[in-house]
């Protein structure tokens, strides 16, 4: 079994990228590889008060295994990123998540970045696209 952890804070960079909606959480990026299969989960870290995340119900410690009904599963952290900026705002995402023995289906309408978000957004874009340069 291969476990594999990426940490992503929703923050990216290139001129030329949209800015993608903001959900408001933190999270960990995990894979975990059993058999030859591959499968991917968020592990929610903090959720920002009053933000999208928490007006939809998420909490720390949940986990997201899905996204518009399809399973969370990206090559790297990069791949994870390009995923979620394709989230625009105002766009509403559902997730499944895992809490505790529960699954429970949730809906987080993602909201637009303010400025000081969408700069940290483009520093932590650049910074992933520096770090999977070989």
């Known amino acids: 079994m291969k476990l594999s952890i990426a940490f992503f804070t929703i923050v990216l960079a290139a001129a030329n990228v949209p800015t993608p909606g903001w959900l408001g959480m933190g999270y960990v990026y995990r894979t975990r590889t059993d058999a030859g299969r591959t499968t991917g989960w968020l592990q929610i870290l903090n959720v920002e008060p009053n933000g999208p995340a928490a007006k939809g119900g998420l909490r ?17 952290q990069l791949a994870m990123i390009q995923l979620l900026r394709r989230i625009r705002p105002g766009q509403r995402v559902r997730l499944s998540v895992r809490r505790g023995e529960n699954t429970i289906p949730m809906v987080v309408t993602a909201a637009p970045m303010n400025g000081a978000q969408e700069r940290l957004w483009r520093e932590g874009l650049e910074y992933e696209q520096q770090r999977a340069k070989p």
């Not at 720390?60 to 790297?76: E, N, Q």
């Open 60 to 76: 720390a410690r949940d986990i997201v295994t899905h996204l518009d009904g399809k399973p969370l599963v990206a090559r790297d």
